[in-house]
């Protein structure tokens, strides 16, 4: 696996409260990206990171802020969480500088969020 | 806005049998076509791309076409064992692969039974 983790695996929260997840990555790699999983909905692209400091929004960005300060570091914070924000959430990372292979991403192991 | 169909999302077959995966995408800029396989409880594992400037690539039991002209890629795997079973997904660069971001299918949950 690339060395990719993410913070809290689980989570179950109220509706209404904060939730900040956390995405660690140690290949250096430039992008970082949050994703949603959803049943019949693949994987949506809620936040990117090109750099530290950049980032911009996906296409299910409503609801959802992030930050980057680090290279290795991309935090999602739900600001204040609704149900349909219950998913499970993937980070990824990418380089699009690397010959070859800067296309591909590679994926965490994932967040289980229950906002109930 | 763009977008990548996937069909079906459900395929059932036999243990060696051949099971194919079909997708099409709307950006006729996406040059970089990946596929995904997703294991319950596991974020998805890259197991096969492939870039506008070939038609097809292979890696084992395991290959992908692609057909520009029409916009449709699609994967194929032979010979097809109980471990095989998962959703896999497709994707596509959104315009040319340098922005970094893919638009995924919506997964198809591919069942090998011994």
């Known amino acids: 696996d690339a060395g990719i983790t993410q913070s809290p695996r689980h989570k179950v929260t109220e509706t209404g409260t904060p939730v900040t997840l956390r995405c660690h990555q140690t290949e250096n790699h430039r992008y970082m990206y949050w994703y949603r999983q959803d049943p019949g909905h693949g994987l949506r692209l809620i936040h990117y990171s090109y750099g530290v400091k950049d980032t911009d929004k996906g296409e299910v960005s409503d609801g959802y802020s992030v930050s980057r300060s680090k290279t290795e570091d991309f935090l999602l914070t739900l600001e204040s969480a609704t149900s349909s924000q219950t998913s499970v959430y993937f980070c990824?990372?990418?380089?699009?500088?690397?010959?070859?292979?800067?296309?591909?991403?590679?994926f965490g192991p994932g967040t289980r969020l229950t906002v109930l | 806005g763009e977008n990548v169909e996937q069909h079906p999302s459900t395929l059932s077959v036999q243990e060696g049998d051949s099971a194919v995966i079909k997708c099409t995408y709307s950006?006729?800029?996406?040059?970089?076509f990946p596929w995904y396989k997703q294991e319950l409880g596991k974020g998805p594992q890259l197991i096969i791309d492939?870039?506008?400037?070939?038609g097809e690539k292979k890696d084992q039991r395991i290959a992908v076409t692609l057909n520009k002209t029409a916009k449709h890629f699609s994967l194929h795997i032979t010979e097809t064992q109980p471990e095989d079973s998962a959703v896999y997904f497709c994707?596509?660069?959104?315009?040319?692969?340098?922005?970094?971001?893919?638009?995924f299918g919506q997964g198809t949950t591919l069942q090998v039974k011994p």
């Open positions: 492939i870039r506008s400037n070939v």
């Open positions: 950006d006729s800029a996406s040059n970089y």
């Open positions: 994707a596509a660069s959104m315009g040319s692969s340098n922005t970094g971001k893919l638009i």
């Open positions: 990824a990372i990418s380089d699009p500088g690397l010959a070859g292979e800067g296309d591909t991403q590679y």
